[in-house]
């Protein structure tokens, strides 16, 4: 994970608009932070990486974390 981490560093300090861009506008947003899912797939494990604003809409931290897909089908047919 800290190299795919390492692989997103170069968006700190980019704007919300730069991210949209280079991302599209397929994103999750809460409390100034957007989370884009990578490889997604409905039973594959995935990537999901998040991106935290500043008061300046301007990136100040980007995260990665894996996707479980238990945790994908129990949202899916919990409902």
């Known amino acids: 994970m800290i190299k795919i981490?390492?692989?997103f560093?170069?968006?700190i300090g980019r704007t919300k608009a730069d991210i949209i861009s280079d991302?599209?506008?397929n994103y999750v947003?809460?409390?100034?932070i957007f989370y884009y899912t990578i490889n997604r797939t409905w039973f594959t494990k995935g990537?999901?990486?998040s991106v935290r604003f500043d008061q300046d809409d301007k990136v100040k931290a980007?995260?990665?974390m894996k996707n479980n897909y238990t945790l994908i089908w129990h949202?899916?047919?919990d409902r």
């Open 29 to 32: 947003e809460s409390e100034n």
């Open 9 to 11: 560093h170069y968006l």
């Open 62 to 64: 980007v995260s990665t």
């Open 75 to 77: 949202s899916v047919f």
């Open 47 to 49: 990537i999901t990486l």
């Open 23 to 25: 991302f599209g506008e």
């Open 5 to 7: 981490k390492r692989k």
